[in-house]
Nanobody, 125 residues
């Protein structure tokens, strides 16, 4: 059974940094894509960042501020978030999807077949 456990969320002032972690089990980390998605109050869940093989992908709203990385030995993916803004406030979800999915891109929520429970990130102004 695939399990994803996020950690690292919290309250931070605008301009600050946080690093989220997602520990995965039940799936060979290196054979699957890992993504971070978020959902702000009253808004739809949206793509933030993903890592697929040697490639990384970012939403335009976070590019240059957030960095996704993975540690295959630990089956863990990270999201380093710098220069945080109040509009980054959301529940952040870790998700995983198969690398051989030919019908969806990592930017699409439907690409991902397993999700974590989410971790709250709150950025105060």
């Amino acid at each position: 059974q695939v399990q994803l456990v996020e950690s690292g969320g919290g309250l931070v002032q605008a301009g600050g940094s946080l690093r989220l972690s997602c520990a995965a089990s039940g799936r060979t980390f290196s054979s699957y894509s890992m993504g971070w998605l978020r959902q702000a109050p009253g808004k739809e869940r949206e793509f933030v960042a993903a890592i697929r093989g040697s490639g990384t992908y970012y939403a335009s709203s976070v590019k240059g501020r957030f960095t996704i990385s993975g540690d295959n030995a630990k089956n863990t993916v990270y999201l380093q978030m710098n220069s945080l803004k109040p509009e980054d406030t959301a529940v952040y979800y870790c998700a995983t999807g198969p690398n051989n999915n030919k019908y969806r891109s990592v930017y699409e929520l439907a690409y991902y077949d397993y999700w974590g429970q989410g971790t709250q990130v709150t950025v105060s102004s």
